[in-house]
């Protein structure tokens, strides 16, 4: 019996996963395949041994972006969820897939030669409301029609009525 670290999945909930270890090297990488497989200006990817990464619902599908590397993702909500090289022995999940992002914060950057030139102003972009704060009937309309997976193992899902 391995203990479960992180657990994560994505955003339909199809896909779960558990990491029996804490991630090692979380790093941010800019290269333009990132860029595009997460649909974002960077990737932040947490690796871990492939037998530490077990799938808990669900299955990852692949879109092979190399000869030699893949990047998994849900079938039924497309969220992005993993890159890895098939014969390697480790496995990256996407950081916003895990259900506490905030524990695999990034050491290191990677595909600087890609990164987008107003990354470094990134933090200083002005905004500090919380999601629709001037708008509460828009906030009340989203969150209690809601389809998101929560951030936690959950028995039964979509749950039934
Ligand atoms: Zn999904
Ligand atoms: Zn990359």
């Known amino acids: 019996m391995q203990t479960i670290v992180l657990t994560g999945g994505c955003q339909c909930g199809a896909?779960?996963?558990s990491l029996d270890?804490?991630?090692?090297?979380v790093h941010i990488c800019h290269c333009r395949?990132?860029?595009?497989?997460v649909g974002g200006p960077f990737a932040i990817i947490c690796p871990v041994m492939k037998t530490a990464f077990r799938v808990t619902r669900g299955a990852v599908s692949y879109f092979?972006?190399?000869d030699v590397g893949r990047r998994g993702y849900c079938c039924d909500c497309g969220t992005p969820l993993t890159f890895d090289y098939p014969d390697g022995e480790?496995?990256?999940?996407?950081v916003g897939t895990l259900d506490e992002p905030n524990r695999a914060p990034p050491e290191n950057q990677y595909g600087n030669e890609s990164r987008v030139s107003w990354y470094s102003g990134l933090v200083q972009v002005p905004g500090d409301r919380p999601t629709y704060a001037d708008n509460p009937q828009m906030l009340h309309r989203i969150t209690s029609t809601n389809h998101q997976h929560p951030d936690h193992e959950t028995d039964i899902w979509p749950p039934t009525v």
């Open 64 to 66: 092979r972006s190399s």
């Open 21 to 25: 270890q804490q991630p090692q090297n």
């Open 33 to 37: 395949m990132c860029q595009k497989a």
């Open 15 to 17: 896909v779960r996963y």
């Open 90 to 94: 480790d496995i990256g999940v996407l």
